[in-house]
């Protein structure tokens, strides 16, 4: 059982590029979450998705989108790659009132 | 604004001693609340939950919490530390306002020494 799935584990951008980060998870969750991990500040939310088709903007979703054709798949695309940006990125997902499955991460680094 | 503080960012224990993590909450409505472990350059793994029902929580590698609503808190415990619980642990309070999204803390990381 994969569970969450996350790729590539790094990347190494350029100011001003732009990248998507993928996400899968074979669960059959609704919800789907995207996360970012900075040192000291815990995890913040960027956005998530209660279905496929429905996405909505967390507590950080500046510079970043995302879509959901399926159930299984919410990618995170970075556009505009920005220092800021720089961090560790999970996808997590989860049934309707359950707990978080998180995948292993992906690390970021935008120089 | 609902929030969650987990209180000291650093603990270190000694092998065999309690470990003691602390966990507070705002919020009016009591809601469910979790605990993750994070080892290193892994994803966040789900050590225990409390949604409703018993508040003492058992969970996973010997860690329990309990859910004071008076004291809105949910502190982590184990007994007796071991090396294999080194990491970084969260909080997390799934707020009655906030659908299925979760608020986490800033985490503790817990050293433990020989």
Request: neutral net charge; charged residues 15%.
């Amino acid at each position: 059982n994969a569970g969450v799935t996350q790729t590539p584990k790094f990347r190494i951008l350029k100011i001003g590029q732009s990248m998507t980060l993928q996400c899968a998870q074979d669960m059959n969750h609704n919800y789907m979450y995207w996360y970012r991990q900075d040192p000291g500040m815990g995890l913040k939310l960027i956005y998530y998705s209660v279905g496929a088709g429905i996405t909505d903007k967390g507590e950080v979703p500046n510079g970043y989108n995302v879509s959901r054709s399926t159930t299984e798949d919410f990618p995170l695309r970075l556009e505009l790659a920005a220092p800021s940006q720089t961090s560790v990125y999970f996808c997590a997902s989860s049934p309707e009132g359950g707990e978080l499955f998180f995948g292993e991460g992906s690390r970021l680094t935008v120089l | 604004a609902q929030s969650v503080t987990q209180l000291g960012s650093h603990v270190s224990v000694s092998e065999g001693a309690l470990v003691l993590l602390r966990c507070n909450y705002s919020s009016s409505v009591p809601p469910y609340l979790f605990w993750y472990v994070q080892y290193p350059n892994q994803g966040l793994q789900l050590l225990l939950k409390y949604t409703t029902g018993a508040t003492l929580v058992k969970g996973i590698n010997g860690f329990e919490a309990e859910f004071k609503k008076s004291e809105t808190s949910f502190h982590l415990t184990k007994p007796s530390a071991h090396m294999s619980d080194a990491a970084e642990y969260f909080c997390a309070v799934r707020f009655g306002s906030s659908g299925d999204k979760l608020t986490f803390g800033t985490g503790t990381r817990l050293a433990v020494r020989p």
